[in-house]
């Protein structure tokens, strides 16, 4: 068995053969899915606000600290809007999206964000912000084409990446 791990915000094909399986957060209800696809649901994977420990001890009140937002394609999003929010009439000080450059820019001091917990738990330099749980969660959904239900190596990678997105990413138990 190889493994490739691609990761995009465009939906691989799973007809055309472009993934065997894939990990999403798009609802399969929301979209259009073929017929022949099989979506099984992994859970919600929670969200809270962060900022770097050094920077949150100097402040005082998370509150008065610049935020990190997302780009325009996501303002309207529950994420993006929770946000709004917590900052009203304020501009964040950058826009990305991604969540990888929201975390290197928190993770420099820029500001606070609201990240995935199992990403902002994990890092040592973040610290989560309790008093501003965010009331956010996104559903993990893993899907793969009908034709490789009965596959062995698809029902083994299946079971593994079940495994860890439980146990790591919804449980918000670090890797290890």
């Not at 190889?2 to 209800?29: F, N, Y």
């Not at 990240?115 to 749980?133: H, K, N, S």
């Not at 993990?140 to 990446?161: E, G, I, N, P």
Request: with cysteine; aromatic share 8%.
């Amino acid at each position: 068995m190889q493994v490739e791990l691609i990761a995009g915000r465009t939906l691989a094909d799973l007809s055309r053969r472009e993934a065997d399986l894939a990990l999403r957060i798009v609802d399969p209800k929301r979209v259009e899915h073929p017929p022949d696809y099989i979506a099984h649901h992994l859970g919600a994977m929670p969200f809270a606000l962060y900022g770097e420990r050094g920077l949150l001890a100097a402040s005082g009140d998370w509150r008065t600290l610049q935020y990190i937002s997302w780009d325009e394609s996501w303002l309207h999003s529950p994420r993006g809007q929770w946000l709004a929010t917590l900052f009203p009439g304020r501009q964040p000080v950058l826009r990305a999206n991604t969540m990888q450059a929201q975390l290197a820019a928190t993770r420099s001091g820029l500001g606070v964000a609201m990240l995935a917990c199992y990403v902002g738990d994990a890092d040592p330099v973040l610290q989560r912000i309790g008093a501003a749980e965010a009331p956010l969660e996104r559903d993990l959904w893993l899907v793969y084409h009908r034709d490789l239900k009965a596959s062995r190596r698809v029902q083994v990678m299946r079971d593994f990446v079940q495994t860890l997105v439980q146990r790591h990413v919804l449980a918000g138990q670090p890797p290890g």
